[in-house]
């Protein structure tokens, strides 16, 4: 069965520095977004992303992020300069279009750990 | 701004009980999702409700869907031990449009299934 997949599993990483999390989507899929839940919270979304460029982002999702799909098939997040906050589990979920033209069920993928100390 | 609330938080049952976690959100949707979450693993999809009246059902899971009321329930029948997981519902507001799929997730309900 097809699945999102994830690099890596488990970043750490020193304040201030940038960081680049890596999404391989499911193949037919055109919808892409990452969210992210920090530790024993709720999952909360950041940005969507669809036909090359952002479709909606969250107050969370500021300068310091940036999304892109670089080749056409990985999908990345980028943080410029990582804060203490930014320590969570980033996941990224992609989508295909459903019936009536709404986007399908979202797949999510395993996760990246990230702690930022 | 939408909001979604779960109820309860936190539930402890014994294996062969039933009940029954509730997802109430402040806003019309489109579309409601329950997500199932093992610890330290990701959101695997169990339902999708489109419409008002709606329901699914998966082994000893079954949820619904009411749109006037703003509610869906995520029902558990005769709990066994497997189920323990936290169970988030999530929500789409109603957009009408492919970029509007946002997924608005409550605060998730830790269920604990004791033999």
């Known amino acids: 069965e097809p699945e999102v997949t994830q690099t890596p599993s488990h970043q750490v990483t020193q304040m201030g520095q940038e960081v680049i999390l890596r999404c391989v989507p499911i193949?037919?899929?055109?919808?892409f977004y990452w969210y992210r839940q920090i530790l024993g919270q709720k999952v909360e979304f950041l940005v969507s992303f669809y036909n090359n460029e952002i479709s909606e982002k969250s107050e969370i999702f500021d300068d310091q992020f940036s999304v892109e799909r670089p080749d056409g098939s990985n999908f990345t997040l980028k943080i410029r300069s990582t804060k203490l906050e930014d320590s969570a589990m980033y996941f990224c979920a992609t989508a295909g279009l459903g019936r009536l033209y709404f986007t399908d069920t979202q797949y999510f993928g395993p996760g990246t750990r990230l702690t930022v100390l | 701004e939408l909001k979604v609330e779960q109820n309860p938080l936190f539930l402890s049952m014994q294996e062969g009980k039933n009940y029954t976690i509730y997802c109430n959100y402040s806003?019309?949707?489109?579309?409601l999702y329950w997500y199932r979450q093992d610890p330290g693993k990701s959101l695997e999809s169990l339902f999708v409700l489109l419409s008002n009246g709606a329901v699914k059902q998966e082994g000893r899971l079954m949820a619904s869907l009411d749109t006037k009321a703003r509610l869906s329930t995520l029902h558990i029948t005769a709990a066994v031990h497997d189920l323990s997981a936290t169970y988030f519902c999530a929500v789409v507001l109603s957009l009408g449009e492919t970029s509007g799929s946002r997924l608005t997730f409550g605060e998730g309900t830790q269920l604990t299934v004791n033999p």
């Open positions: 806003t019309t949707s489109d579309r």
């Open positions: 193949s037919n899929h055109l919808y």
